[in-house]
């Protein structure tokens, strides 16, 4: 098989793990999330390295919700300085600022995407998040998240610490495809898979909305007709969403 073949033959089946074992909890956490649209609260989301992009996947696009908002810490991210990324995202200290920075409250989901589930940062931001009556739903790799210590004191991972974790049945070390005669595994899933999970929760969360009588505010295309009715959306929550 080309490793072509092999990479699409992996993601496919992860793809339909996620969609068979994972079910209950994505349809549990997508409860959440409709309680929080129903109380007027908000979806938000974290991630730490290339798991920042699961975050962004729920923030201004087509289809997304308009309550939807990214917890995006620079120093964390990877546009700037990625070695920094690696090291500062096992310091402790980090999640209280990160809440500080948006108008988070008892109501409100958050999601954190960490594959590895070990780090300091997305453990500690679990644990700060529930404090302050938040809903915490993880997105992690319990494959690798087991195989390998926490860097956090209480020596937790973060499937641990969360109300809920959501496994995106992927392998140890994330890359899954490999090469007769290169040395190295390539084609790491984590990112599509939990781009999956976090569009199938909004998507059922919506549907539970609307099966409850609710009409959720998602944006459309801009490439359409959704210019006016983006710009509404806009008006109505630039002060509360920092980053529109």
């Given amino acids: 098989m080309s490793a072509y073949d092999s990479f699409v033959t992996v993601a496919r089946s992860q793809f339909d793990q996620v969609a068979l074992t994972q079910r209950s909890a994505i ?3 997508a409860r959440w999330v409709s309680e929080a649209l129903c109380g007027d609260r908000f979806l938000y989301a974290f991630g730490t390295g290339h798991s920042h992009m ?3 996947e729920i923030f201004y696009r087509a289809g997304g919700l308009a309550r939807g908002v990214p917890m995006l810490e620079e120093p ?4 700037e300085n990625a070695i920094e990324a690696t090291y500062k995202e096992r310091e402790t200290g980090y999640a209280a600022r990160i809440l500080n920075a948006y108008p988070v409250a ?3 989901v958050l999601v954190i995407a960490s594959n590895g589930g070990r780090n300091a940062v997305p453990i500690e931001l679990a644990l700060e998040a529930r404090a ?5 739903v993880a997105i992690t790799n319990r494959a690798q998240s ?3 210590p926490s860097r956090h004191a209480s020596g937790k991972r973060l499937a641990e610490v969360a109300d809920m974790a959501i496994d995106n049945c992927g392998v140890d070390g994330d890359a899954s495809v490999e090469i007769p005669g290169f040395p190295h595994r390539l084609g790491p899933p984590s990112s599509i898979t939990g781009m999956l999970i976090i569009n199938l929760i909004v998507i059922q969360a919506v549907e539970y909305v609307v099966e409850n009588g609710g009409q959720p505010e998602v944006f459309i295309s801009s490439n359409t007709s959704g210019d006016d009715h983006n710009d509404r959306l806009l008006r109505k929550y630039r002060s509360q969403i920092r980053h529109l």
């Fill in 132 to 136: 302050r009556g938040l809903r915490t």
């Fill in 146 to 148: 087991f195989r390998w």
């Fill in 106 to 108: 008892a109501g409100d």
């Fill in 27 to 29: 349809e549990q956490a």
């Fill in 54 to 56: 699961i975050a962004e």
């Fill in 76 to 79: 964390l991210m990877l546009h």
